[in-house]
């Protein structure tokens, strides 16, 4: 996530092109900060810098790389009130997404812990006679409780 702040990884995930295929910018490049909105890169060969400063301007961060002499010059413009509202937007996404996962593993192990138990009470009888079981009988109970609502 930005902050309005420069920082050295803020490009590490921009592909760039170079010797005839996409490598990382942390490959091509190293980062250093020189002052909290000023990110300079310095290109580990020359020949790559215009690849890299093209790179940084179609990557969707909104970025205009300066090339000067062998350093790329990146300014971070400081976050407005719409860049704010859209970070706020996409972590509540990102949050509300890894719930969503965390909720499909629950079940999935109530569901293999409701096969276990009538694996048990079965004992080794036919697994297609097991998976009917716990379809019927739906999530396992424990104590009059759904355990998938604990």
């Known amino acids: 996530m930005r902050s309005g702040r420069a920082t050295p990884g803020m490009l590490d995930h921009v592909q760039v092109e170079a010797y005839e295929t996409k490598m990382t910018m942390n490959s091509v490049a190293s980062a250093t900060v020189r002052s909290p909105q000023l990110l300079v890169l310095t290109p580990f ?5 215009d690849n890299i400063a093209k790179a940084i301007q179609v990557s969707g961060l ?13 300014v971070v413009p400081p976050m407005n009130q719409d860049t704010k509202s859209s970070i706020i937007k996409a972590v ?5 997404n890894a719930k969503v996962r965390i909720r499909r593993v629950r079940r999935e192990v109530s ?17 297609s006679l097991t998976n009917r079981a716990c379809a019927v009988a739906g ?3 424990r104590g009059g409780k759904d355990e998938t609502t604990r």
Request: with cysteine; proline share 7%.
């Open 92 to 96: 509540k996404k990102a949050g509300e």
């Open 111 to 127: 569901w293999h812990q409701c096969i276990l138990k009538w694996k048990q009470i079965l004992g080794s009888v036919d697994n």
């Open 62 to 74: 909104g970025f205009t790389p300066q090339v000067e002499g062998e350093e790329i010059l990146i």
């Open 45 to 49: 060969d020359p020949q790559v810098k």
């Open 139 to 141: 999530p396992c109970q």
